[in-house]
């Protein structure tokens, strides 16, 4: 059952209040829900011009399922899940560095939960988001490396204006911003908000990055140079060792 008077503690439009009501009467058409999460921009109040409403549905079968429909106007995506893939998705997604689930569901409101164990659920993504990533110091050295790389490659354009020059430029803003995040053991935030929250923490490094993607090419590398020497001590090659790697590789046919 599907309890109406949480829905109407959200602050909705009437048009997605709508859309979210005609999204949730088709559930049982598809499996019966044990739980519901209704999440995404338009429930936490900071809708774009193409945001959706995420709708999270525990059921009892061992398949996953997503789908998307438009609803009163409305995209929505509904995603299905046993709870073991749920598990795993959370679990996935913050080895990789991007707890999407996790934050989906962290963020998001409860509307259904028939046994409790969709509370359980979101209890241990909210935990999984509390502990961050936590990547081994090797990870970090590792990522380091990759994101000095990148920014040694994108200085080797100095003089040059060219298309694969801000494409290298752009991928080293990535690698520098990821990398300021990865040893503060926080992850990622959306792409489309990654400058804005580093901002909250870092705020020289994301101003010099924000220049480095906005200003003209020798300015722009000028700005990425200064934000690699913050956050990586390096613009480059610098001294390293692995350690020795005593595993085998994977068998290939």
Known sequence: MIASDRIETL?????HRIALQQALESLAGIA???GVVVTGSIVRGNPGPSSDLDIVVL???????RIQRWFNGTPVELFFNSREWLAHCIRD???????????????????VDADGQMAGIVETAKDVL???????????????????CQVEDALDFEG?????????????????ANHAYWRRNQFLPRPKERLAVLAGFEPEVARLLSLALIEPPSNALRALKQAAEQVLAATGFFEWDSGQDNSLPPFVE
């Open 93 to 111: 997604e913050a080895a990789h560095g991007r707890p999407v689930m996790a934050h989906m569901l962290a963020t998001g409101t409860l509307l």
């Open 160 to 176: 040059v204006d060219s298309a694969d020059g801000r494409q290298s430029l752009a991928s080293a803003v990535e690698a520098v």
């Open 130 to 148: 509390c502990r961050g990533p936590c990547m081994s110091a090797e990870a970090l050295l590792r990522d380091r490396y990759s994101a000095a």
């Open 11 to 15: 602050q909705l439009r009437e048009k």
């Open 59 to 65: 059921h009892a079968q061992p398949w996953r399922r």
């Open 32 to 34: 019966q829900p044990l």
